[in-house]
């Protein structure tokens, strides 16, 4: 069946530094979302990117969709503590509704 | 808009016992709602999706009489955990999609099952 690989699955940072978690699926995928959850939170919709090479931005937040439409990045600059949290890609079930998430990257930053 | 409410946040149950979970969408109508299952530091595994007015769908290893799924309306699913064990004790999420195209899927906060 369809999986979605993410690494790493933990990163330790300093606050002010760049973070970047990957998103690796098997299947191609027709659009991939990026989801982030707070400690004992639920999780938030990020983004949506449906386009083969689209980037797109939300202030210090850089989305990535592969040129192959299987895999994805996400890239925080100049990290703050706000940005703790576990960021999870999720791409659609294939065949069928629902998502199938990646194992997330847990973002854990240092002051 | 889009909101999607869930209830109870947490709960405790001792074993044997039976639990509901309800979600609602509170500003939208959903034909569809997700639910997931997530254990501590892991992600989001979808167990079934609920259809109203039809029988939910159970992903491979779910089963369908242990998690009872009904979707009697168009803002309103509930899940019901039969005959709980500790091993049932996870964090169980429900979701819809969001409104317009580009909006993602909106997530309930939660419900924290515990059973002992």
């Known amino acids: 069946g369809q999986q979605v690989m993410q690494i790493p699955q933990y990163q330790h940072v300093q606050e002010g530094e760049d973070f970047t978690t990957y998103c690796n699926s098997s299947t191609t995928l027709s659009n991939i979302q990026w989801y982030k959850q707070r400690p004992g939170g639920h999780p938030v919709f990020l983004i949506q990117l449906v386009k083969s090479g689209e980037v797109k931005k939300q202030k210090r937040l850089t989305f990535q969709f592969g040129e192959a439409k299987k895999n994805s990045s996400l890239h925080i600059t100049a990290t703050q503590t706000t940005d703790v949290g576990t960021y999870f890609c999720?791409?659609?079930?294939?065949?069928?509704?629902?998502?199938?998430f990646g194992k997330g990257t847990h973002l854990i930053i240092q002051p | 808009g889009a909101v999607v409410s869930q209830h109870p946040s947490w709960v405790i149950c001792k074993s044997g016992t039976s639990v509901k979970i309800e979600c609602r969408s509170l500003?939208?109508?959903?034909?569809?709602m997700f639910w997931y299952r997530q254990f501590p530091k892991q992600s989001l595994m979808l167990m079934a999706t609920?259809?109203?007015?039809?029988?939910?769908?159970?992903e491979q290893g779910v089963e369908k009489d242990k998690f009872l799924i009904n979707h009697a309306s168009l803002t309103l699913s509930t899940l019901t955990v039969t005959s709980a064990h500790p091993e049932d004790s996870s964090f169980y999420i429900c979701?819809?999609?969001?409104?317009?195209?580009?909006?993602?899927?909106?997530f309930g906060s939660g419900t924290r099952l515990t059973v002992v």
């Open positions: 999720a791409g659609p079930k294939g065949g069928a509704d629902g998502l199938t």
């Open positions: 979701s819809a999609r969001g409104v317009g195209v580009q909006r993602g899927y909106t």
């Open positions: 609920s259809n109203e007015g039809s029988k939910a769908t159970y």
């Open positions: 500003d939208f109508q959903a034909t569809t």
